[in-house]
């Protein structure tokens, strides 16, 4: 299998390794074909998901050992007021990749071994948490936060199986991933299973890609509309004209004001951006209140955004 990675001499990889057979293919592949790589294994110490982790940083060290790898390893604590809000997979999730990313050195490049099953889950996963269509992308081929790869994420789980079995790599098993007590390992373990069984592998994957490219466009054309709408509407750098707004219909209204919201680094809930608009309608000026971390003064003409 060929990595289709750009081989600049300037850079390097870091992989996110966690020693499984997606991981341990990915960095088979990249010794084999030359690459400029090292490996990074984040352990979570205090989490009660990861109750094999002192044994799997054992086996990612001896994995790059064999195979003569350099790997770091990186311990890192959990925020535990994300864990009470979001949940231990997604503070986990947050925490792994703010150490890998400040981990990341000059002319780094970050990559990750997820695979078409990784981001089937992951549609899944946010479609039973009420997501957006922006969340029914799956995982994304590079984010853009820093320079990130996934060379794997077109390949199913069951195909890196196959090479890792044929090629005699060696690789791990971490027991959380078959824990259906966790939301990810459910829906990996009881419900995409159901769905393969009855539609079949091929056909299944074939779907769900579709169904992601699908709603990556559509994802593309609400911001595509969201910069129509707060071009005509804008008023500086945070103002909004309240009359032309209000003209807007009701759903671009929302999405005006949830995507101009994430431009200043804050996020409006369903019910934030409802009572903005509520007060929006209302004949009171001069109206001054807080939502989502974000001020909102209401003037006779204006609403001005003011992230705090």
């Known amino acids: 299998m060929k990595l289709n990675l750009p081989k600049d001499v300037s850079t390097r990889y870091v992989l996110a390794f966690s020693g499984g057979a997606d991981s341990a293919l ?78 990341l050195m000059l002319n780094e ?26 969340g029914m992308r799956g995982i994304l081929e590079n984010p853009g936060k820093v320079p990130l790869f996934r060379p794997l994420l077109s390949i199913p789980k069951s195909e890196i199986q196959q090479l890792v079995e044929s090629a005699a790599i060696l ?56 910069h129509i709408d707060i071009q005509s509407c804008r008023v500086g750098e945070t103002g909004i004209d309240r009359v032309k707004f209000c003209k807007l219909s009701e759903v671009r209204q929302r999405n005006l004001l949830y995507h101009f919201a994430s431009s200043l680094g804050s996020s409006l809930s369903k019910a934030g951006i409802e009572e903005v608009r509520k007060r929006l309608h209302s004949p009171k000026v001069n109206d001054v209140f807080t939502i989502g971390g974000i001020e909102f003064t209401i003037q006779k003409s204006l609403l001005l955004l003011n992230s705090k």
């Open 109 to 134: 490049a970050l990559l990750t071994a997820h695979h078409l099953d990784d981001s089937i889950e992951t549609f899944f996963f946010r479609v039973a948490r009420g997501t957006s269509v922006k």
């Open 171 to 226: 690789y791990g098993h971490d027991s959380t991933n078959d824990n259906t007590e966790l939301s990810r390992g459910f829906i990996r373990n009881k419900i995409v299973p159901l769905f393969v069984e009855h539609f079949g592998e091929k056909k299944f994957h074939a779907s769900m890609k579709r169904t992601m490219e699908n709603m990556a466009e559509c994802s593309e054309l609400i911001e595509d509309l969201y």
């Open 26 to 103: 990915l960095a088979f592949l990249l010794k084999e074909q030359g690459y400029n790589f090292r490996l990074v294994h984040v352990v979570h110490p205090d989490s009660k998901a990861s109750k094999d982790g002192e044994n799997i940083q054992i086996f990612c060290e001896h994995w790059a050992k064999t195979y003569e790898v350099p790997i770091t390893c990186l311990r890192i604590s959990l925020d535990q007021d994300l864990v009470k809000d979001k949940g231990v997979e997604a503070a986990e999730r947050s925490a792994r990749y703010q150490a890998l990313e400040e981990n």
